[in-house]
Every structure is written in C-alpha cells, then in structure tokens.
C-alpha cells in the first residue's frame, strides 16, 4: 500500500541534532523503538531506513530554527525547508544556475514576486534532487519547473530523474516566516 507524505516541523535549537530529533518522531510515528529503528546514510550521505522498513522512505531539512521531517511508504521522498528572507540577486542565481525556462519565467515578474517564485523554485528544485538523493551537485538545470494551476509542477527532466509527469510537488509555508516543499513519487 502506497502512503502520502507525512510531516512534521519541529523546533530545532542551536546545537541540536537532527538526526536524534528526525530519528525519534519517525520512530514514533512508525511504532518502533527509537534506539533500534533501522536508520542509515547510503554512500551520499542520503538518510534511508534497511529492512523491515525499506519500503519507507525518509528525509528531513533544516533552516534556522526549525526542522521538517518527512516518511511516505511505497515512494521516493524529498524535502526542503527554507527561512524566507530577502533575495535581491534573485534573478542573477536563477539565469546562473536554474533551467533558462525558469529564468525566462521570474524575469517577467515584479521583483518582489520574483523573490518568492524563486524560493518556492529553489524548494521544490532541492526537494526533488534529495529525493532523487544525488544531492545539488546534479544540478540544478536539469530540471524544469513551470507554474500550473496547482502551483509549480515539473515540466521536463534529465531522464535520471524518470518521467517528470511522475513526480508531484508541495508548496507551503509550514510556519509564519519559513517555506518548505515536498517531492515524491511512487515506486513499484
Ligand atoms: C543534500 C543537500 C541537498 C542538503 O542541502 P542543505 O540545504 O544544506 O540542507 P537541508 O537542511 O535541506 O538538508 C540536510 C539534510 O539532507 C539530508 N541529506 C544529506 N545528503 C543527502 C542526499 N545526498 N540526498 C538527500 N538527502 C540528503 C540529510 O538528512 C541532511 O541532514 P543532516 O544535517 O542531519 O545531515 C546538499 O548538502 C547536497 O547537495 N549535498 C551533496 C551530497 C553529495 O553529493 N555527497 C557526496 C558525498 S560522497
């Protein structure tokens, strides 16, 4: 059976460990001893969960004082939490390192919805290279987000990521002061 992201935001103080905090809400939440859940980082550094609980699929972000934590079953999962503050070179970082589409897109915007389209473009870019767990270093290009009627959606994708029609996207803000996406797709 397939599970839709679950999240949580929690507080995450100076000097905090996110993996103790990530570790004890998802074992939790998956009715499993904290000390004994299977948590692990593959070869990139990716938080995953071995067997028995394989088929779920984990990942946290963090920014300033908060921490998103999020598991989905049967899916591969993704997420980016963001402080919202101000991002003058905007436009600069997007024709730099976005998709040239999605530079075309915040350049005709006003500037102050060109800094939250890139925030929420940078989230949802982030959440979707996590899931996919290669990290940025894949680059950020290589995938095309646009604006739909349900907010942004990918468009296009370096075929490493599969088929872009694959994969949904979560805009939100979690938190007066703070945005976060979520990105996940399912798997056999
Ligand atoms: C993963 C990455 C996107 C995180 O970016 P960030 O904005 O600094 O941090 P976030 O708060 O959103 O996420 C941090 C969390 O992402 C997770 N994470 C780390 N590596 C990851 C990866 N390759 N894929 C998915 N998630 C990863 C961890 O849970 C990490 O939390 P931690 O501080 O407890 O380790 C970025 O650090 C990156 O691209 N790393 C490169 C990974 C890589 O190529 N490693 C090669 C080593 S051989």
């Known amino acids: 059976m397939r599970q839709l992201p679950l999240y949580t935001l929690l507080p995450y103080p100076p000097g905090a460990h996110a993996q103790t905090l990530a570790r004890d809400w998802l074992a939790q939440q998956l009715q499993y001893p904290a000390d004994q859940l299977p948590l692990y980082r593959d070869a990139r550094g990716r938080?995953?969960?071995?067997?028995?609980?394989?088929?779920?699929?984990?990942?946290?972000?963090?920014?300033?004082?908060?921490?998103?934590?999020?598991?989905?079953?049967?899916?591969?999962?993704?997420?980016?939490?963001?402080?919202?503050?101000?991002?003058?070179n905007a436009l600069k970082l997007a024709r730099r390192f976005f998709h040239p589409q999605e530079a075309d897109w915040l350049a005709n915007l006003s500037p102050?919805?060109?800094?939250?389209?890139?925030?929420?473009?940078?989230?949802?870019?982030?959440a979707i290279l996590k899931a996919h767990g290669h990290g940025l270093s894949f680059g950020l290009e290589k995938l095309c987000l646009s604006p739909g009627s349900n907010g942004l959606y990918l468009k296009a994708c370096h075929p490493d990521l599969g088929k872009a029609g694959d994969w949904q996207l979560s805009g939100f803000s979690p938190a007066p002061g703070y945005w976060a996406a979520l990105a996940w797709r399912e798997i056999d």
């Open 47 to 88: 938080p995953r969960l071995a067997e028995p609980l394989a088929d779920i699929d984990i990942n946290w972000s963090h920014s300033v004082e908060k921490l998103l934590v999020v598991h989905g079953k049967n899916i591969q999962l993704g997420c980016d939490l963001e402080y919202i503050r101000p991002r003058p």
């Open 112 to 126: 102050s919805e060109q800094e939250a389209a890139f925030l929420h473009l940078w989230c949802a870019k982030e």
